[in-house]
């Protein structure tokens, strides 16, 4: 395919994507396949001859469409949300193209500077204290990770590398594995000290366990995957108070912040913590600038090595919705869930099972756990709404996360109806 | 920004993307920037409101190209290629639409499934033995990870999970804490056992090291990253030779097969290995296929967690190119590389630093470290090719990658003619 035909394919893509999401309501939320469904339908092996792209989009529909899960359907409500938006499309395509990879300054610097200044961009709107914002001298700073839990897996290690070098400083003839081995992390059963969990969006004391960690020097990582979004909206940020005691922080625009995945925002209290973690020096990776440019390094630190220009979906979805929409769209998910919670509680059959404080509303029917889960696989076999479980204290939990960004009032409705629905088959046929 | 909205200007950027790329050659393929140059050429927050999306594009130009290293460039001859085909960027732009994240088959069947088949495709054209592959009863299989340094970091994970349980089965009272203190990890100053290391592109003896870690029960891991491509031809396939012995086997079609970024594919031996090492099994994950569809749920047990649909990329490459597509284009890097080669050696003030097998050349100006860094700096500086160096054995050496889609024999000549007219001047002022 030269440019000529991808101008014209593009286009059509362009115009399928539309069309996909503009009529993603109409298809089944959660797909009617069973394991192994897909083998069957395309060869064993790659052709030897190169096909037509018409035969290629044609299997989008026959192969892949049957067994897609539907996360941008107005009716899911599964997890949590995964970011979708048309500027961060944009800003994906031409990432593709420019393909660069930002694993030092040199490699690309647009990659590396446009990175931390959205990154600065991001903290001033969560409000981050002034340490976590690079600026041109701060310490601290942004770097994009892939997950939370790759964010997770670079604080970890840059905090082992402190706690060595902490160490070391008062006992250099101390072996290094003697050290490691007696190194703990502490966490709770929902890892690290979390901002707004994955079963109920709870949310860690972190101004009660902020200043142990400062005083006993345990690095303190934070993690708000989900619920990181809503703190650029004033009445959300009181809940990241506590912030002032943390080394690292992390939270997934890719989630809630309309930036498509991968896109999980990752700051630091001080660089030098992660590039003493992460430092490689191969001389094929060194520049002129390598001292001046030091601090745009960081990226490279994050032990990946090599990374897309992941950045440009932020700077095309800030800009294309400003502060304002983005609080727009965080609060509207949020009155989303405040609208279903109130169907619940008017409900005297079922209960509210945990604190509904942002986009998920954790309820059951009042009884055993089995009726829930007999609700739960009744609702998910009918394939128009789609939710997934969490245990709560032993009980057997129903999560309704608002999720995709064309959910409105009247989905919440039809979900209810939907849910309530069943729920009174369910209820007739088994002893509550 | 609605659907209408993006029909039009996903058309424009898709005419952006191909202006961009057709005539990419006419830009400086190395950026004429100072560290810091782009913080100050854009506002130091996110604007309140809205911006408009002329406002975004005219940015491109002005703000983001000037700082581009540009890896498409066919007059780009440094690290390593990394792979971009008008196919792959069709894919991706569809992957984003669907924007499924991939944790689980339930999450999205498509993605978990058409990932699997993908690698059975793959590894088949590579020849790997029937143990890699998963096919309907296989025991192995692949799955796609971000970077070879990901890989990496899952074989090591999974390979101190066999060996724990392994010494467990002998020594159930054993602490974990004291097994894996003991543990050891052998690698050369590459890591771990590499075919077509980054510096000079050199291979291990995998023959010899192989059958050593079979007899000790040592995990053995191959890296592959840039190499592994050549391997689907026949003539560089016995490159592979000791794969028998491997229980884990990685490389990145985002190199040099025309996948863009991300897709680091890896196989393995045993896919138990992998699960046993990462197994997860939070409520809001399981699901009803959860026994019959436990193998596909592979991709969910490398420790990332979120995944997106990256195995639509290789579906359209590999069947728009066909296998011989694909080889044609491997042997084609390889014939410029050799015609490189060929002008190196005819020229009786360089030498040829390394063996050329694939696409990279390593070679120098006969004489001191200073006059070939004094001679690579020149050509950086004119920013017409862009090349970095290696050390091998203490000498400075100059690569150069065969990189780009689009680099043709002109291209390879035009280089030579610059770097020899660079090195007349840079002899006649040095000392040799």
């Known amino acids: 395919m030269d440019a000529a035909e991808f101008r014209r394919r593009g286009k059509e893509m362009v115009d399928l994507i539309a069309d996909y999401l503009e009529n993603i309501e109409q298809r089944p939320v959660y797909p009617d396949v069973e394991p192994g469904y897909l083998r069957s339908l395309i060869p064993e092996e790659a052709p030897e001859e190169p096909e037509t792209y018409e035969d290629v989009v044609k299997d989008i529909e026959r192969v892949i469409m049957p067994g897609v899960t539907h996360w941008h359907s107005p009716y899911f409500y599964a997890y949590f949300p995964t970011a979708n938006s048309f500027p961060a499309m944009l800003a994906d395509m031409l990432s593709g193209a420019i393909g660069c990879i930002g694993f030092s300054w040199a490699a690309s610097p647009a990659c590396t500077e446009l990175e931390t200044v959205m990154m600065d961009w991001l903290g001033k709107m969560l409000k981050l204290p002034e340490d976590f914002i690079a600026g041109t001298h701060g310490q601290g700073g942004g770097v994009i990770q892939g997950t939370a839990s790759e964010a997770t897996l670079v604080a970890l290690l840059a905090a082992r590398s402190r706690a060595v070098r902490m160490i070391l400083a008062s006992d250099p003839q101390r072996p290094e594995t003697d050290i490691t081995s007696k190194l703990v992390a502490y966490s709770s059963d929902q890892f690290c000290a979390t901002l707004g969990t994955t079963p109920s969006c709870a949310f ?38 506590g912030i002032e005691f943390a080394d690292s922080f992390n939270f997934n625009p890719h989630k809630w912040l309309l930036v498509n995945f991968d896109c999980s925002t990752m700051w630091v209290r001080k660089r030098s913590d992660l590039i003493g973690a992460f430092k490689m020096d191969p001389l094929y990776l060194k520049h002129d600038h390598q001292e001046s440019g030091r601090y745009f390094d960081i990226t490279f630190s994050c032990y990946s090595q090599s990374i897309r220009f992941r950045s440009l979906k932020m700077w095309f979805v800030f800009r294309m919705y400003g502060l304002k929409g983005l609080q727009d769209y965080i609060r509207k998910h949020v009155e989303l869930a405040k609208e279903f919670e109130s169907l619940v509680r008017a409900d005297q059959r079922f209960e509210i099972s945990a604190d509904v404080v942002l986009g998920l509303v954790c309820f059951r029917l009042k009884g055993s756990n089995e009726v829930n889960e007999t609700l739960l696989k009744r609702i998910n076999n009918g394939r128009k709404i789609h939710l997934v479980p969490c245990q709560l204290s032993g009980q057997f939990v129903l999560r309704f996360a608002v999720c995709a960004r064309t959910t409105e009032s009247r989905h919440i409705r039809e979900a209810w109806r939907l849910i309530t629905q069943l729920a009174e088959e369910v209820m007739q046929e088994l002893p509550n």
């Open 204 to 241: 860690d004391h972190i101004t009660e366990l902020g200043p142990i960690c400062n005083a006993e020097k345990i690095w303190m990582h934070i993690d708000a995957a989900y619920a990181g979004s809503s703190f650029i909206c004033p009445e959300f940020r009181p809940l990241l108070n």
